[in-house]
């Protein structure tokens, strides 16, 4: 199975709004309300930002929100702060029982 | 407070065999699964699978049965990933995470490195 497919990288200036894409198939992202969002700063472990599509943890920044249309799940960040500078990956439940992640999405603010 | 604490760092021979340990705490540990996931240097995040705590059932990757095998011993509430017959392109940090949809908590890593 191949990755989720993610923008390389994204940037924006402090205060803008962004969205970063994760495209599957209709076998895990079009399938599944089972996307996640997760936030790696460097040298540390990844965090969970957004869980099944729009849900935000608990100690998550509202500027955090997550959206699905078909095969395509976006996550937004509003009122970009230099802090969420970092690496953003996508995940999917598939239909063979497995997990996938995006390639990962660089962004930098400006 | 939940925490997951990984063993060491590791540095194997091409061929030889390493196992990485993930102590659970804080929480239950037989209510909620252990995830697996690896990351190359420089590279992107890569799913290894899963292992249920509450009957010992792993769930691997496709590419990645075989050679990977994930266990447990709960009186410890620790998970294990055990990768044989290593290769370069294993030289990876190795996470656990708690739960299977929504890793929630995760181990500082494990940096596995293979090299003669």
Same mark, same amino acid.
């Given at each position: 199975q191949s990755a989720l497919t993610q923008p390389a990288s994204v940037s924006g200036s402090p205060g803008q709004s962004i969205t970063i894409s994760c495209t599957g198939t209709s076998g895990d992202v079009g399938h599944y309300n089972y996307v996640s969002w997760y936030q790696q700063l460097p040298g540390k472990a990844p965090k969970v930002?957004?869980?099944?599509?729009?849900n935000r943890p608990s100690g998550?920044?509202?500027?955090f929100s997550g959206s699905k249309s078909g095969n395509t799940a976006s996550l937004t960040i509003s009122g970009l702060q230099s802090e969420d500078e970092g690496n953003y990956y996508c995940s999917s439940y598939t239909t063979s029982d497995n997990v996938l992640f995006g390639g990962g999405t660089r962004l930098t603010v400006l | 407070q939940v925490q997951l604490v990984q063993s060491g760092s590791e540095l194997k021979k091409p061929g030889a065999s390493v196992k990485v340990s993930c102590k659970a705490s804080g929480?239950?540990?037989?209510t909620m699964s252990v995830t697996w996931v690896r990351q190359a240097p420089g590279q992107g995040l890569e799913w290894l699978g899963w292992i249920n705590?509450?009957?010992g059932g792993p769930t691997y990757a496709q590419g990645f049965t075989g050679r990977f095998v994930f266990s447990l011993d709960t009186s410890v509430s620790t998970a294990y990933l055990q990768i044989s017959s290593l290769e370069a392109d294993d030289t990876a940090v190795y996470y656990c995470a708690r739960?299977? %949809?929504? %890793?929630?908590y995760w181990g500082q890593g494990t940096l596995v490195t293979v090299s003669s």
């Open positions: 930002m957004i869980y099944e599509v729009s998550v920044s509202y500027r | 929480y239950r540990f037989t705590t509450a009957t739960e299977v %949809l929504r %890793l929630d």
